[in-house]
Nanobody, 114 residues
Framework: QVRLVESGGGLVQAGESLGLSCSAS????????MGWYRQAPGKQRELVAN???????NYADSVKGRFTVSRNNAKDTVYLQMNSLKPDDTAVYYC????????WGQGTQVTVSS
């Protein structure tokens, strides 16, 4: 059983910054990739950013240059630093981990006011 616990999130104004973190626990044997997805009301869940065990990263075009994903392999933790936030970034952010299967966190709300 794998559990992903997220922290961070909240309400900020446009232009401000916010950080998210997600720690994995349980029967972990080599997390291949960790990252973040988000889902806004009425929209499909979409990839925000992810990072593999070698440190290779992947970002959605909409967040490139503003968001940074990082990972502490020793702590099985992934981080998302979000800068220059926009109202369009408002969504529930979900932590994701790929081991043998996909695992998801419970989600954390990020709201950006204009």
């Amino acid at each position: 059983q794998v559990r992903l616990v997220e922290s961070g999130g909240g309400l900020v104004q446009a232009g401000e910054s916010l950080g998210l973190s997600c720690s994995a626990s349980g029967s972990i044997r080599g997390i291949k990739r960790m990252g973040w997805y988000r889902q806004a009301p009425g929209k499909q869940r979409e990839l925000v950013a992810n990072i593999d065990s070698s440190g290779n990263t992947n970002y959605a075009d909409s967040v490139k240059g503003r968001f940074t994903v990082s990972r502490n392999n020793a702590k099985d933790t992934v981080y998302l630093q979000m800068n220059s936030l926009k109202p369009d970034d408002t969504a529930v952010y979900y932590c994701h981990a790929l081991i043998l299967w996909d695992y998801w966190g419970q989600g954390t709300q990020v709201t950006v006011s204009s």
